[in-house]
């Protein structure tokens, strides 16, 4: 259904958008990390995707560009869904932030600023949103030390199980 | 009956610690610290259905300062295990701490960065309830283990 969404996004954008597809009806497309605020400006301003559903990072370690951000959108007016996703090298790990564009991203995106260490370039507050200030590192990243613990408090005895 | 019938009708002779710790047992005022599903288990334990009433303790403080029993329902992660601490050294002595739930003793399944191994890494603990959640049942009887903890407690002799 929002294929019609797609292939608008491929005939104005061109280049840009670097793969499409509709796995589990799921319409997917993924843009170049230059692009990524005009083509979510351009959902939102002429496709009528109102809402930013979620966003969120992930992390596929071995492969390169190590990091993607993914964005679901909905459009209530229309009953359309589409997500796109943009790959973010850990070089660089940094991408212009949707606050501009839906102001509910601001806190999906200090969540992932903080569990995967994505900056969000442009976001206006990128403070800690659920974990202690004290904590160090990047929880959700694959290289994450499994049993890496950061207590607060001094601990009576050892956390063994 | 040696004293009492000497004093007549109305008289009974116990011990002060005895009699102290009786009416403490009875009348076991709760601070439920609950910060997950855990919590569900504990409101049907004190609904009318299980009715922990029964048990004298049917009375919630939501002050640590007026509890003496604190039940640490749901998991603990490593975020608010200051708030706990500060909670539990609020409390007055003497007091007692049951663990409620498998997340609150050992953390649960939840092995991670988050999650705190088991309340009793940062308080003492008294009572350990298993379960996922615990059933009404054993948190009744939990609050039986705690009943006879408290009837050995030493009024006399503080620790």
Known sequence: MSQAVLDQLKGRFGEAVLETHNRFGNETALVKKESLLAVLKFLKEECGFEMLMDLCGVDHLPETPRFEVVYHLKSFSRGYRVRIKVRIAEEDPVVDSAVSVWKGANWYERECREFYGIKFKGHPDLRPLLLYPEFEGYPLRKDYPHKKRQPRLPLLKPETR | ?159
């Open chain 2, 1 to 159: 009956m040696g004293l009492e019938a000497a004093f007549g009708e109305g008289y009974i002779t116990s011990k002060v610690e005895f009699f102290i710790n009786w009416a403490r047992k009875y009348s076991l005022f709760q601070y439920p610290f609950i910060t997950a599903c855990c919590g569900m288990e504990y409101m049907s334990t004190m609904c009318a259905h299980y009715d922990i009433a029964r048990f004298g303790a049917e009375f919630t403080r939501f002050t640590p300062r007026q509890a003496d029993l604190l039940l640490v329902v749901g998991t603990i992660n490593h975020k608010v295990a200051p708030v706990l601490r500060k909670v539990y050294e609020q409390m007055t002595e003497p007091k007692w701490v049951v663990s409620f739930g498998a997340c609150a003793s050992t953390g649960g399944f939840y092995d991670n960065y988050a999650v705190l191994q088991g309340i009793d890494k940062i308080i003492p603990v008294d009572i350990y309830i298993p379960g996922c959640p615990p059933r009404p049942e054993m948190v009744l009887d939990a609050f039986l283990k705690i009943q006879d903890q408290v009837q050995k407690y030493r009024v006399l002799e503080q620790k």
